[in-house]
């Protein structure tokens, strides 16, 4: 069965990213660009902690000093402008503001500026290819609450995309898909079983055990905390080599059991570019959908109605 996700999905991004010259040499990058007409998909809602803060553009340039954004929000590192201005009260404030602009969006994901000091998650810095000291200030809120966090660079890549676009669906039909008793487990499981293994195997492996060792109704808190290992997962970083090898591992398993047959999908060691890889993906999905036949690659179809 074939699971339509057709509510549109609201999405916070760092206004930098959406456009708006808003970094501390007010500068911008258009990154929606990349998404063409599919920007119309999702609600956008742009944020600047940084700006919030009341540091202005332009501004000097921040870093923590001597640890990372948990570190920050613990109270162990200050941030501090380049001539050495503790504006920690600042970034905090404009962090908290920002992120209660995100929940009255009703915002699920983010994108976020990578290298950032505020908004950065696996990197706060641009310098060469040091990592800082991950995550920034901000990025560290994005985390601790459980948004599903994208990459703004990954939207220049088809493929990069399109992975996070299927996950993020995904993700957010699970956080508000009912799951009360062992047979909505058991359903959600199988839906999304197969992604889970491609991102973590040893994971899914564990909690599919897990799983079928239930004898009995689990408790609510027990349910609860399934969906919350199940949605970490889903937001975990990947790469091209394994989206790859796992659609060519789900689209045999259709072959043999569905009988569905396409030209156009390639092995995973026939050498093709970016924008056909993901070609072949949607016209997989485009083949489960009219067939209303569950792919384990993407489990959930995302159509909005409007």
């Known amino acids: 069965m074939t699971y339509i996700f057709d509510e549109k999905i609201r999405i916070g991004i760092s206004a930098c990213m959406y456009g708006a010259k808003v970094r501390y040499n007010s500068k911008g990058y258009e990154m929606m660009g990349y998404l063409k007409r599919e920007k119309s998909n999702y609600v956008w809602t742009p944020v600047c902690p940084e700006v919030m ?4 553009v332009t501004r000097l340039p921040i870093r923590l000093t001597g640890g990372n954004g948990h570190d920050f929000w613990e109270g162990k590192v200050k941030v501090k402008n380049k001539i050495g201005r503790d504006v920690s009260l ?17 915002v699920d994901a983010y994108i976020f500026m990578e290298g950032s000091p505020s908004c950065g998650v696996y990197r ?4 060469n290819k040091r990592l800082g000291h991950p995550p920034g200030v901000f990025g560290s809120l994005l985390l601790k609450k459980g ?3 994208i990459p703004a660079q990954d939207l220049q890549s088809p493929v990069k995309w399109w992975d996070w676009r299927r996950r993020l669906s995904a993700f957010v039909w699970l956080k508000h898909r009912p799951m009360s008793n062992l047979n909505e487990l058991y359903d959600t499981w199988h839906t999304l079983k197969f992604l889970s293994q491609e991102i973590d195997e040893k994971f899914a492996r564990e909690l ?3 799983i079928a060792d239930f004898k009995i109704e689990p408790p609510l808190n027990v349910l609860e905390d399934i969906r919350w290992q199940i949605l970490n997962t889903l937001r975990k970083p990947s790469d091209v080599k394994k989206v790859k090898q796992w659609l060519w591992k789900n689209y045999t398993h259709l072959k043999k059991h569905e009988g569905i047959e396409l030209e156009s999908v390639c092995p995973p060691e026939i050498y093709r570019n970016m924008t056909n890889i993901v070609d072949e993906m949607i016209t997989v999905e485009r083949e489960v959908k009219s067939k209303d036949i569950l792919f384990g690659t993407s489990p959930i179809i995302y159509s909005p109605r409007y």
């Not at 706060?124 to 310098?127: A, D, H, P």
């Open 90 to 106: 600042m970034m905090k404030k404009g962090a908290e503001a920002c992120f209660e602009t995100l929940e009255r969006a009703r």
């Open 53 to 56: 803060s009341g540091m202005g």
């Open 208 to 210: 599919g055990k897990k």
């Open 147 to 149: 948004l599903f966090l």
């Open 124 to 127: 706060t810095t641009l310098r």
